[in-house]
């Protein structure tokens, strides 16, 4: 899937789930992913700041985050963390 496809069904979902339309299993993986966002150094006013480095969990070298709006990629299934903490 590409970003701009990740990135409509973010947003889209985030709509969703503010009309109360989301389905139970993408709310599910959202508050657990942004359990994780909360607690990272990224997370700057809800952005994944790309001015801030963060360790990849995988790899172990610093890498940016990715200047996400964190509400709506929490909400894209096929949406990735950029340190694979998700």
């Not at 997370?43 to 480095?53: F, L, W």
């Amino acid at each position: 899937m590409g970003k701009p496809k990740e990135i409509f069904d973010g947003f889209f979902n985030l709509v969703k789930d503010e009309l109360d339309l989301l389905d139970k299993q993408t709310r599910n993986l959202a508050v657990t992913r942004s359990s994780i966002c909360a607690q990272c150094p990224a997370n700057v006013n809800k952005v994944c700041s790309a001015d801030v480095q963060i360790k990849d969990l995988i790899t172990e070298k610093m890498v940016p985050g990715c200047g996400c709006y964190l509400p709506a990629k929490v909400l894209s299934p096929e949406s990735q963390c950029p340190a694979n903490k998700w």
